[in-house]
Each structure stands twice: as structure tokens, then as C-alpha cells.
């Protein structure tokens, strides 16, 4: 016959410092702690990492915003075209009606009213995030203002031009981002009243690293520096006559 005492003295050992030893160093070893300066070595390369990545996306937007950029311009020249092209000269940059209810009507009116756009919403609205009539890189502290507001901006010296005086389509601007220089609400410019540069955004009128995007008449854009721009209103840029 077994001994149940003598049993359990053999199984689980004739002392309580048996069953302590059999697990001592796997259950109840304590965890060891970072140190200061383990945990201030991870915090840095987090902070290196973060610095990287978050200029990383700001390139990937702002070439985001560029591309939609360019495609409102594009349609926005296809419309200009089709308008020119029935009325057989470029639509006035403000056009005021005759008669006793006298009105002026800027030309992104006259594309809506013709069918070849839709209407713009007020800027503050959606802020341009996603409207035809704005670009997203638009700098939000010069916001344009009005129902018809725009961030492009309609060449002044394309404005009610019979379209048989441009000899050189590919060579006149027609519409460029960056309107609100003109204060005007209606999104104009010439050689004498340059726009803000939208690409990249920026506070800073004299940004060399700024540019701006422009469609010409022919409807082909190019994406050219403030600087690149000619500032002489007889230079085919504004009167596409060579």
C-alpha cells in the first residue's frame, strides 16, 4: 500500500523551496526595463523617420494638385476654344450688356451661360478642393471672393480679340492658375498685374521656386516659372502676334 504523505513528499518535493526552484527564472523572472537612453535613442530615429515621410507626402500632394490643376485648365481652354470658335473672337473679360437693365457679366459667366461650364460655387464653399474653377494648391490667405470667383486667371490682351489677329495659337496665354492678384473677383491678368504663383504653395510673392501653370490658345499647358513669364504687353505671350 502507497503512502499518499510519502508520495507527495516525492512529486512536489520535501520542502516549498522545490516547487519555487522548479520555476524560478521562467514565470516569474521580471521584465527588464528600457533604459533613458534607449528609449531617447528610439524617440529620434521615430522623430528622423517622421521628418523624412512628411515631405515625402507633401511632394505626392502637391503633384496631386498640379495634375488637377492642368486638367481644369485643359477644360477650361477646351470651353474658351468652343466659345471663340463660334463667335469667332475671345470672350470679353468683362462684358457689359446694353440696354435700360445695363449689367456687366466677367467671362466665367459668359462659359456658363454659353453651356461650356458649370457654375462656380463661392470659394468658401469647398475652399477649391474640388471645383472646376479652382486649383488646389491655390493659397487659402488670398482666397478669391463671389459666386463666380476663380483661382485662373483670363489674359486682359486676349479680351475681346477677333481670333483672325493670333498668328501664333501655341505661343499666346490664355488662361493661367493664380488670378487673385487682380482683386477683381474675376480672375484677369496682364503683363502689368502678374498672378501669385500656385505650384508650390506659397506666401511668398517672390518665391523663385514658384511657377505657374498656363494654357495657351491652342489648349496645350506648360507648367512655366514666375520669372519665365514676359512682363512686355506687345510679346507674343499676350498678343500671340509674332
Not at 527564472?25 to 523617420?49: D, H, K, Q, S
Not at 498656363?214 to 512655366?224: L, S
Request: glycine share 10%; with cysteine.
Amino acid at each position: 500500500m502507497f503512502h499518499i504523505g510519502h508520495a507527495s513528499s516525492v512529486i512536489f518535493g520535501s520542502s516549498p523551496r522545490g516547487l519555487s526552484a522548479m520555476f524560478r527564472g521562467t514565470i516569474w523572472r521580471p521584465c527588464r526595463a528600457f533604459t533613458l537612453v534607449e528609449l531617447l535613442v528610439v524617440i529620434a530615429i521615430v522623430g528622423l523617420l517622421a521628418g523624412l515621410a512628411i515631405p515625402a507626402i507633401g511632394r505626392a500632394q502637391e503633384s496631386s494638385n498640379r495634375a488637377k490643376c492642368i486638367s481644369n485648365l485643359k477644360g477650361l481652354g477646351q470651353s474658351l476654344n468652343t466659345y471663340i470658335t463660334d463667335s469667332g473672337m475671345f470672350p470679353e473679360v468683362l462684358e457689359t450688356s446694353r440696354g435700360s437693365g445695363a449689367s456687366k457679366k466677367p467671362w466665367t459667366t459668359l462659359l456658363v451661360e454659353a453651356g461650356l461650364a458649370p457654375t462656380a460655387s463661392a470659394y468658401s464653399i469647398n475652399q477649391g478642393k474640388n471645383s472646376f474653377w479652382y486649383c488646389p494648391s491655390a493659397m487659402k490667405s488670398q482666397a478669391p471672393a463671389g459666386i463666380n470667383a476663380t483661382t485662373y486667371a483670363y489674359s486682359a490682351s486676349a479680351g475681346g480679340m477677333p481670333i483672325a489677329r493670333v498668328s501664333s495659337a501655341s505661343k499666346m496665354a490664355l488662361i493661367m492658375d493664380g488670378s487673385w492678384s487682380s482683386g477683381s473677383g474675376f480672375g484677369s491678368v496682364a503683363s502689368t498685374l502678374m498672378p501669385y504663383c500656385c505650384h508650390p504653395p506659397t506666401r511668398n510673392t517672390n518665391d523663385p521656386s514658384a511657377s505657374v501653370n498656363i494654357c495657351f490658345v491652342d489648349a496645350h499647358v506648360e507648367t512655366r516659372k514666375k520669372s519665365e513669364i514676359p512682363t512686355s504687353s506687345t510679346n507674343v505671350f499676350w498678343t500671340g502676334q509674332n
